[in-house]
T-cell receptor, first 113, second 115 residues
C-alpha cells in the first residue's frame, strides 16, 4: 500500500538557519502531495501542495518540489523564524479520494532565538 | 468565519463503554473526514462523509462508525471501547464542490482516554 516516510525528529535550529525536512513516498499511482503544519494548540493547516510531477508548492517562504524520479517531496525554507516552531506532516492523496490522506509520522521543529 | 468545531475536547471512558464525538464543519463545507492520531500509528484515516453518505472508509473495525446530518454536522461513534482506542480524534471539513481546492480544514480534536 501507499506510505509516507519523514525524517526523524525533533529538529532544533537557530533562527535564520536553513531548513530541510525530508519526505519520501511509496505510491501505486500518481498522488497529490501535501505538507500540513500543526502549531501548538491549533489544528492542522495546509502549508503547501503539489498535484503532479515537477510542480513546486510554496507558501510563507516554504517550498517543496514533487520529484517523481526520487519519489520525494522535501520541505525547505531558507531562513526559519521562531514562529515556524511546529510539527510538520507530509501527506499524499489521490484525486478520486482526495480527503483520504496518508500521512507521514510528523517532524517536530523547534527554532531557537 | 468560524473554524471546525469538535466536542467534547476531552473525555475519559472505561473499557467496554461507547463514545460519540461531534464535529461541526465550516459553514458551506459539505465533506467531513475523521482521523485518529496516536503516538504509535500517527494519523490514520477513519472515514469521510459527503451529503449524509459515507464516501470512503479506512481500515478500522466495525466498532468505529459515523454519520452525517443534513446540515453537514457529523458524529462518530466508537462502541465497546478498548485501551488502544485512546487517541486524539480529528475532524476535517472541505468544500467538496466546484470551488474545492482539496484542502482539508482540521479541528483541534477530541482527546479520548480509555481506562
Amino acid at each position: 500500500g501507499d506510505s509516507v516516510t519523514q525524517m526523524e525528529g525533533p529538529v532544533t535550529l537557530s533562527e535564520e538557519a536553513f531548513l530541510t525536512i525530508n519526505c519520501t513516498y511509496t505510491a501505486t499511482g500518481y498522488p497529490s502531495l501535501f505538507w500540513y503544519v500543526q502549531y501548538p494548540g491549533e489544528g492542522l493547516q495546509l502549508l503547501l501542495k503539489a498535484t503532479k510531477a515537477d510542480d513546486k508548492g510554496s507558501n510563507k517562504g516554504f517550498e517543496a518540489t514533487y520529484r517523481k524520479e526520487t519519489t520525494s517531496f522535501h520541505l525547505e525554507k531558507g531562513s526559519v523564524q521562531v514562529s515556524d516552531s511546529a510539527v510538520y506532516f507530509c501527506a499524499l492523496s489521490y484525486s478520486g479520494s482526495a480527503r483520504q490522506l496518508t500521512f507521514g509520522s510528523g517532524t517536530q521543529l523547534t527554532v531557537l532565538p | 468565519k468560524a473554524g471546525v468545531t469538535q466536542t467534547p475536547r476531552y473525555l475519559i471512558k472505561t473499557r467496554g463503554q461507547q463514545v460519540t464525538l461531534s464535529c461541526s464543519p465550516i459553514s458551506g463545507h459539505r465533506s467531513v473526514s475523521w482521523y485518529q492520531q496516536t503516538p504509535g500509528q500517527g494519523l490514520q484515516f477513519l472515514f469521510e462523509y459527503f451529503s449524509e453518505t459515507q464516501r470512503n472508509k479506512g481500515n478500522f473495525p466495525g466498532r468505529f462508525s459515523g454519520r452525517q446530518f443534513s446540515n453537514s454536522r457529523s458524529e462518530m461513534n466508537v462502541s465497546t471501547l478498548e485501551l488502544g482506542d485512546s487517541a486524539l480524534y480529528l475532524c476535517a471539513s472541505s468544500l467538496a464542490g466546484g470551488a474545492d481546492t482539496g484542502e482539508l480544514f482540521f479541528g483541534e480534536g477530541s482527546r479520548l482516554t480509555v481506562l
